[in-house]
Nanobody
């Protein structure tokens, strides 16, 4: 059973930057896809960004040009670099790993991100 652990959440002012990290207990090369979702109070969980085994990335329209997903195979970690942050980015951010597209994802515990002046 893979372990998924997020870190790096916190509070930031509008326009600021924050980096989230997600470490997994196995080689990230084993996973078809890894990525980030977020859920704000009273809203459904939504996809933010993902990165495939091939390195192909995908972003929600709301974060394109502001967020960047990346990975470090040496440390089995993926990152979400967030800049130009907006209050609407406030949410609990969840990292996931998925072995293959037909597998259910494994989720981390989530990390809170708050954007407020």
């Amino acid at each position: 059973q893979v372990q998924v652990v997020e870190s790096g959440g916190g509070s930031v002012q509008p326009g600021g930057s924050l980096r989230l990290s997600c470490g997994v207990s196995k080689s990230i090369s084993e996973f078809y896809r890894m990525g980030w979702h977020r859920q704000a109070p009273g809203k459904e969980r939504e996809s933010v960004a993902s990165i495939k085994r091939s390195g192909t990335t995908d972003y929600a329209d709301s974060v394109k040009g502001r967020f960047t997903i990346s990975r470090d195979k040496a440390t089995n970690t993926i990152y979400l670099d967030m800049s130009g942050m907006k209050p609407e980015d406030s949410a609990v951010y969840y990292c996931y790993s998925r072995y293959e597209y037909w597998h259910s994802p494994t989720w981390g515990q989530g990390t809170q991100v708050t954007v407020s002046s």
